[in-house]
């Protein structure tokens, strides 16, 4: 069973910026494809972010581009999930969740995820 958690949740006003942390513990989480998904009250689960092992590939949805940043932090053993300028709409709570590596490729489906963390609650409101 890996040992993992999200963090970095919090209430903020819209056009602020907000760092999600999706920690690990345990193993090496460089070998593993990371996906951030989200999940508003009343609505269906969806992919926000993902980056594959070894950070070769990202991908972001039409919601997050421009605005979102997925990267690693190796020393950490952290994926971040860096976001600016947060709208009323970005509220949810954000998931981590994790794939075994599968070179440069990470999936935005969370069908594709064997691991899934408890969530960070992100609310924008003024």
């Known amino acids: 069973q890996l040992t993992f958690w999200e963090s970095g949740g919090a209430l903020v006003q819209p056009g602020e910026s907000l760092k999600l942390n999706c920690v690990a513990f345990?193993?090496?989480?460089?070998?593993?494809?990371v996906g951030w998904f989200r999940q508003a009250p009343g609505k269906e689960r969806e992919g926000v972010s993902c980056i594959s092992s070894r950070g070769g590939a990202t991908h972001y949805a039409d919601s997050a581009k421009g605005r979102f940043s997925i990267f690693r932090d190796n020393t950490l053993n952290t994926v971040h999930l860096q976001m600016t300028n947060l709208k009323p709409e970005d509220t949810a709570e954000y998931y981590c969740?994790?794939?075994?590596?599968?070179?440069?490729?990470?999936?935005?489906?969370?069908?594709?995820?064997?691991?899934w963390g408890q969530g960070t609650q992100v609310t924008v409101s003024s």
């Open positions: 345990g193993f090496t989480l460089d070998d593993y494809a």
């Open positions: 969740a994790l794939h075994v590596g599968q070179g440069a490729y990470c999936d935005m489906s969370s069908t594709w995820y064997d691991n």
